[in-house]
């Protein structure tokens, strides 16, 4: 079976395409490089001993897509491309509707051209709102959406129920992730983000290996036990694995909308998560307690039971592990 995987090269769809290949799926990728490197091709490939085609092209670029479609006999698509910084999505809002919108459209309608009908979408906790309650479920719909980014996820989703409602031949996984973090155990691939982080986890890299000086916690006076916000941390080796469950479950139940929240469903604090680290790996991190970020909730994390149900899944990996693999990546690759 040949999957097309969108952004096949960045953090989540290079861990989805490993697994994806260790399941003896074919792989092609189309991916613009935008933010991620050329050289995770070879680490695939070193990784898992398997060739995976490449295409480097933009999926806004329709042309390109039916060239893809035309020189390949797809079966199914993971759309992993977009723009996802929150922060910056809120200064450049129609960028980031242009393109995360754009993209999924242009796919969406040539996969009908050509009738190739399953469909995986990256989606995410965010557009859960702020819902006032910690855990989330499935069942709760979508709120509120708090940045374009979000917003983004949140007006995907709804197209593609509405293409669905059209169209009942259509098989649509929408995964809701929590917060991926971690590398795969070879140290080969992981995430890099470009210039100063955003998320925890590269910032907490960045702090450890003293390429930058003091890491923010960002506010101590949540209501949560230790007064740092809480949240639901994945492993990205369990994250992309939860991808190849929803392939098999869409291959297999044939058509519908299926949606499931991929987390671990246990909140781990900020604090929890730099002492973990520095406790796992022996090194320091320093921190500073600073303002709460605009826009952060307080704690919340996902119900994976529906997950656990329907597709067999749940996570595997500890806190210990994401911390362990996320050090080891960035240790290996700190001169690239
Ligand atoms: N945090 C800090 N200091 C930092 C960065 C983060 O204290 O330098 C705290 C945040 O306040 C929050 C926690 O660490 O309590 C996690 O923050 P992240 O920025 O790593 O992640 P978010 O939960 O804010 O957002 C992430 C993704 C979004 C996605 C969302 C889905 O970045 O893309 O999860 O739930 F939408």
Redesign the pocket.
């Known amino acids: 079976m040949k999957i097309l995987v969108t952004g096949g090269l960045g953090f989540i769809g290079s861990h989805t395409v490993v697994e994806l290949l260790e399941n003896n799926y074919e792989v092609i990728i189309v991916d613009n490089l935008y933010n991620s490197k050329i050289d995770v091709l070879d680490k695939i490939k070193k990784i898992t001993g398997k060739e995976t085609k490449f295409y480097q092209d933009d999926v806004c670029n329709k042309m390109a897509l039916e060239k893809i479609f035309k020189e390949n006999k797809i079966d199914s698509v993971i759309h992993f491309a977009g723009y996802?910084a929150?922060g910056e999505s809120c200064s450049k809002p129609l960028m980031y509707y242009h393109n995360n919108l754009m993209s999924t459209i242009n796919l969406l309608e040539v996969m009908k051209e050509n009738n190739v009908k399953n469909f995986i979408f990256s989606s995410?906790?965010?557009i859960y709102g702020n819902p006032g309650t910690s855990k989330y479920v499935e069942e709760m719909g979508r709120g509120k959406t708090t940045n374009p980014?979000?917003t983004t996820k949140s007006m995907i989703e709804q197209i593609l129920e509405d293409l669905y409602n059209s169209d009942n031949e259509w098989s649509i996984s929408i995964l809701r992730?929590?917060?991926p973090i971690g590398a795969h155990s070879s140290g080969l691939i992981g995430e890099s983000p470009n210039g100063i982080p955003?998320?925890?986890?590269p910032?907490i890299l960045k702090v450890a290996s003293k390429q930058l000086e003091v890491?923010?916690?960002?506010?101590n006076d949540y209501p949560t036990p230790d007064g740092?916000?809480?949240?639901d941390y994945i492993h990205v080796v369990d994250l992309a694995k939860g991808h190849v469950s929803a392939l098999n479950k869409i291959v297999k139940s044939g058509a519908g909308v299926y949606v499931y929240n991929l987390g671990s469903g246990k909140g781990v604090s900020?604090l929890e998560l730099v002492n973990t680290f520095e406790r796992v790996n022996g090194v320091k991190v320093n921190y500073r307690i600073a303002d709460r970020?605009p826009g952060?909730l307080a704690e919340?994390y996902a119900d994976p039971s529906k997950a656990l149900k329907e597709l067999g899944w749940k996570t595997e990996k500890t806190v210990e592990d994401m911390c362990r693999d996320s050090w080891n990546f960035m240790k290996n690759n700190i001169n690239e």
Request: charged share 15%.
């Open positions: 996802k929150v995410s906790a965010t980014y979000g992730y929590f917060n955003n998320n925890l986890m910032y890491l923010n916690v960002f506010g740092t916000g809480v949240r900020v970020r952060d919340y």
